[in-house]
């Protein structure tokens, strides 16, 4: 979508980002031909790399961002802490040092005591970063976190930090100048996460006092006057939950993605200031000419499944509604309707950022945007960040960045089974689709009298729907009689000592490919409703996705139905489905990082098989029995597709 909103685009490279956005090269390049006088960098790849800011320089092109100086300290985390600790700012207790010898970071760790925190010395953005509780899980983790970290950041230099029970994450988005101005514009609180990454954020942050606000800003201006810094930066701070006692952590030489909640509150464009100081004029706003206004949240759009432990997603983006922005409301979208997300960047798809009057407005009007924030082809969160902004802590403030583990059966209820009158919306929905307009003057009654048969019988569709999201719940079976042009009776079947409901007259009709109108109960319904077909290449199973889907938005919420594959077509797919209970598949689009077994190993349950990498995101699957390894189907490098066999284990004879 950038490439089209841009005045010009040029190609520096294929989709991954070591032969592209990686490229200084390439890039400055592009600068040269298109005569560009300044880079921004943007949030993430090289907008934190001094190596970059460096090139451009002495390309005489100016580099929208700090001096590389102070990208180098605080990119450093152990440098960092160092500066802080001599400009007072409080740190972390932990090993920052150079020996890099897994024994002695060991060992520091057990001086530390367990629970403990590896993070990337050059890290950001949750990568390289590993929470450890004992001792005989520490090698592996610091394998993993070295491993994600060289591919991230191409350093592999890891610091061990003792790790907090209850932290929040607070940061105080700062500015300089380069005539030796600096100011804060406030806090952010972005506690609350998955695999260490933001989801949702706010600002300014709940719960915290006037005083320790002020601390907070004071702090954040001391670290950046300490590495003479100009431009925009975030200074992020641990806050004990327990001992209202906050830390510095790291400091983020570039604009935040969460900016935006900043911009909502101080009424600022900050990529404006950036290009402001860029061009060497001072700060728009004095300290104390900084307003806050209200309160503003921020909920990342990802494409990910979180009843699969966030697991990302890829695949086209088939439907795709959002919500009006308005005066409190923005949407940032990175992609439109017909979009195909791809493994190769970070799964991050949308922003919609709310503003209000107080927390509790902006809370309100960040639920409204989601529960209109509509999207089929590939999993999301949409739904779960609804769940995570209506729930009793998170409205009340009481945040950490252990929110979702400690709040997980909340935030993740049993799935019900699907309600009578969706049942019965899924049906007439079906049934008129298939249904094709008539015009009754042009057409015969052949092709119009859908409603009835000889012999006044009246015509009857019978479907079945199974729940996606509950495949343990038995199958409904709904009865649709076309009693009339548009008028229907409907008959759900009531499943484990459930009643039968009836719906009598019931009129309905499509007044878009998407959307039901219908009326029942004596309530007038407009249902969005988006069929998914199964690809063409995918034989038939029991699995939902192989199988037609029904998304159905309704009530602020999505319920997704499949109708499953008549008998003789599963018939035809069960032998792929036996062969696919023998292997370790990929479970989404990957590229392989390692295999870890070869031919004729014995392997125990839970020992590793394969690393796989989507989005920048590792995943360690594992075999979930004892077995030997009869073949290996794929190699390090490879990129392989969602269910293919990876990995063959038979059983111990």
């Known amino acids: 979508m950038h490439v089209k909103l841009a005045d010009e685009a040029f190609c520096i490279g294929p989709a991954p980002s070591a032969e592209s956005y990686l490229r200084v090269d390439r890039i400055i390049d592009v600068c040269k031909r298109s005569g560009a006088q300044a880079v921004h960098p943007g949030y993430g790849f090289l907008s934190e790399n001094a190596k970059f800011a460096s090139a451009l320089a002495k390309a005489g092109i100016v580099f929208i961002g700090p001096p590389v100086q102070a990208i180098i300290s605080m990119g450093s985390k152990s440098e960092s802490k160092d500066i802080m600790t001599a400009a007072g700012v409080p740190c972390v207790p932990g090993y920052?040092?150079?020996?890099?010898?897994?024994?002695?970071?060991?060992?520091?760790?057990?001086?530390?005591?367990?629970?403990?925190?590896?993070?990337?010395?050059?890290?950001?953005?949750?990568?390289?970063?590993?929470?450890?509780?004992?001792?005989?899980?520490?090698?592996?983790?610091?394998?993993?976190?070295?491993?994600?970290?060289?591919?991230?950041?191409?350093?592999?230099?890891?610091?061990?930090?003792?790790?907090?029970?209850?932290?929040?994450?607070?940061e105080v988005q700062v500015f300089g100048d380069q005539i030796g101005n600096v100011v804060s514009l406030w806090e952010r609180d972005c506690s609350v996460q998955r695999r260490h990454q933001k989801i949702i954020e706010e600002a300014p942050a709940p719960g915290i006092s006037e005083e320790t606000r002020a601390d907070l800003g004071a702090k954040a201006v001391a670290a950046a006057k300490a590495v003479k810094y100009e431009g925009a930066g975030t200074v992020e701070f641990i806050y004990d939950n327990d001992t209202s006692k906050f830390y510095f952590m790291e400091m983020n030489t570039?604009?935040?993605?969460?900016?935006?909640?900043?911009?909502?509150?101080?009424?600022?464009?900050?990529?404006?200031?950036?290009?402001?100081?860029?061009?060497?004029?001072?700060?728009?706003?004095?300290?104390?000419?900084?307003?806050?206004?209200?309160?503003?949240?921020?909920?990342?759009?990802?494409?990910?499944?979180?009843?699969?432990?966030?697991l990302p997603d890829v695949g086209p983006l088939l439907y795709l509604s959002t919500p009006e922005p308005s005066e409190n409301?923005?949407?940032?979208?990175?992609?439109?309707?017909?979009?195909?997300?791809?493994?190769?960047?970070?799964?991050?798809?949308?922003?919609?950022?709310?503003?209000?009057?107080?927390?509790?407005?902006?809370?309100?009007?960040?639920?409204?945007?989601?529960?209109?924030?509509?999207?089929?082809?590939?999993?999301?969160?949409?739904?779960?960040?609804?769940?995570?902004?209506?729930?009793?802590?998170?409205?009340?403030?009481?945040?950490?960045?252990?929110?979702?583990?400690?709040?997980?059966?909340?935030?993740?209820?049993?799935?019900?089974?699907?309600?009578?009158?969706?049942?019965?919306?899924?049906?007439?929905?079906?049934?008129?689709?298939d249904q094709p307009p008539v015009d009754p003057v042009t057409t015969s009654p052949w092709g119009s009298l859908h409603f009835r048969r000889f012999g006044e019988d009246v015509y009857q569709r019978t479907l079945i729907f199974a729940s996606e999201q509950a495949p343990e719940i038995p199958p409904a079976k709904v009865h649709v009689f076309s009693t009339s042009p548009g008028v229907f009776d409907v008959e759900v079947e009531g499943t484990s000592g459930h009643a039968t409901t009836i719906f009598s007259s019931v009129h309905a009709a499509l007044t878009s490919p998407s959307t039901l109108s219908c009326t029942l109960d004596s309530e007038k319904l407009l249902t969005t409703i988006v069929s998914q077909s199964p690809p063409a290449d995918v034989p038939a199973s029991?699995?939902?996705?192989?199988?037609?889907?029904?998304?159905?938005?309704?009530?602020?919420?999505?319920?997704?139905?499949?109708?499953?594959?008549?008998?003789?077509?599963?018939?035809?797919?069960?032998?792929?489905?036996?062969?696919?209970?023998?292997?370790?598949?990929?479970?989404?689009?990957?590229?392989?990082?390692?295999?870890?077994?070869?031919?004729?190993?014995?392997?125990?349950?839970?020992?590793?098989?394969?690393?796989?990498?989507?989005?920048?995101?590792?995943?360690?699957?594992?075999?979930?029995?004892?077995?030997?390894?009869?073949?290996?189907?794929?190699?390090?490098?490879?990129?392989?597709?969602?269910?293919?066999?990876?990995?063959?284990?038979?059983?111990?004879?």
């Open 96 to 170: 920052h040092g150079t020996n890099q010898d897994p024994a002695h970071l060991l060992s520091c760790a057990e001086e530390i005591t367990f629970p403990v925190l590896i993070k990337a010395v050059m890290g950001g953005g949750g990568k390289g970063m590993r929470v450890v509780e004992s001792k005989e899980h520490f090698m592996e983790a610091l394998e993993s976190a070295k491993r994600e970290a060289m591919k991230a950041f191409g350093d592999d230099r890891v610091l061990v930090e003792k790790y907090i029970i209850r932290p929040r994450h607070v």
């Open 542 to 653: 029991s699995a939902s996705n192989t199988a037609e889907r029904l998304h159905i938005f309704h009530n602020g919420s999505k319920t997704t139905l499949v109708l499953p594959p008549p008998k003789w077509l599963l018939s035809l797919g069960g032998e792929v489905l036996d062969a696919a209970k023998k292997g370790i598949r990929a479970p989404m689009p990957s590229v392989v990082v390692d295999v870890k077994v070869n031919v004729g190993d014995v392997v125990k349950k839970g020992q590793v098989i394969v690393i796989l990498e989507s989005m920048k995101t590792e995943s360690v699957l594992r075999t979930e029995k004892d077995g030997r390894v009869v073949s290996v189907a794929c190699k390090k490098g490879e990129m392989v597709n969602e269910g293919k066999e990876l990995v063959e284990i038979a059983d111990l004879e």
């Open 254 to 310: 570039r604009l935040q993605v969460e900016h935006p909640v900043t911009e909502m509150i101080t009424q600022q464009d900050l990529v404006q200031w950036q290009l402001e100081v860029a061009s060497g004029n001072p700060l728009p706003l004095k300290q104390d000419e900084i307003p806050r206004v209200g309160h503003a949240f921020e909920a990342r759009i990802y494409a990910e499944n979180p009843r699969n432990n966030f």
């Open 329 to 433: 409301l923005r949407v940032e979208e990175g992609f439109k309707q017909g979009s195909n997300i791809e493994v190769f960047y970070d799964p991050l798809i949308a922003k919609v950022v709310a503003h209000g009057r107080d927390r509790t407005e902006a809370l309100r009007v960040l639920r409204k945007a989601l529960e209109e924030y509509k999207v089929v082809g590939l999993s999301t969160n949409v739904q779960f960040l609804h769940t995570l902004a209506d729930n009793k802590n998170f409205i009340a403030g009481d945040v950490e960045t252990a929110f979702i583990s400690k709040h997980f059966n909340d935030l993740f209820p049993p799935t019900t089974p699907p309600s009578a009158h969706l049942l019965a919306q899924a049906a007439l929905f079906t049934v008129l689709r």
